[in-house]
């Protein structure tokens, strides 16, 4: 597969860091066809109506995406997530995800996952994951992965399968973020009930 035969939808609210991409892009020796929108809302009508290759998304509306993603006829076959300029601690990202970009974006970094992608056996990771920020980082955690998140000490204490994590913001925002398989099992305190099994 060619970049000509590929359709790109690029969102991000940042309209300086979208540009750049977007123009990194379209230089490309057999340009791809590119889609930009500065929101998951202003794109709809494109994921609703094209079929797109790879889907360049701001880690910041992912959630977003993820609301509309069960509705939508048909997946990208590729995510590449964006990270902001000024977003700190996001090398482990190109290892934990199989497409991170930060500004400034360089081709090589661009080839770089283009090659991993049409690679003889590669297997796309799953897309059910939210992405907890902890410490700074955000952590991709896939959604099964989840054990349980309950109120400590004016904050949240995500529990998964691999790693605890110590989170701010309200525990009712946080579940309106995650599968309706969390439930309330008491004040405080949310369970997954699809929880178990190997990793």
Not at 67 to 93: D, I, M, W, Y
Not at 133 to 140: N, Q
Not at 141 to 169: C, F, M, N
């Amino acid at each position: 597969m060619s970049w000509n035969n590929c359709q790109i939808l690029l969102i991000d609210p940042d309209e300086v860091a979208a540009r750049e991409l977007t123009e990194l892009l379209r230089n490309r020796p057999d340009p791809p066809k590119v889609w930009v929108a500065g929101s998951v809302a202003g794109a709809e009508m494109i994921l609703r109506s094209q079929p797109i290759t790879w889907l360049f998304i701001r880690i910041v509306v992912w959630d977003e995406y993820q609301r509309l993603r069960p509705t939508l006829v048909a997946e990208p076959r590729g995510v590449v997530f964006l990270s902001g300029r000024n977003e700190k601690c996001t090398a482990h990202l190109s290892f934990a995800l199989d497409g991170h970009l930060q500004p400034p974006y360089r081709c090589g970094h661009l080839v770089r996952i283009w090659n991993r992608w049409t690679g003889a056996g590669f297997v796309a990771r799953p897309l059910d994951i939210v992405f907890i920020k902890s410490r700074a980082r955000f952590e991709p955690v896939r959604y099964s992965d989840i054990w349980q998140v309950e109120v400590e000490g004016g904050g949240l204490r995500v529990q998964t399968r691999h790693a605890d994590y110590r989170v701010s913001g309200s525990l009712q925002a946080f579940q309106e973020r995650l599968p309706p398989t969390m439930t309330m099992v008491r004040r405080g305190r949310l369970v997954n009930a699809c929880f178990g099994g190997a990793a």
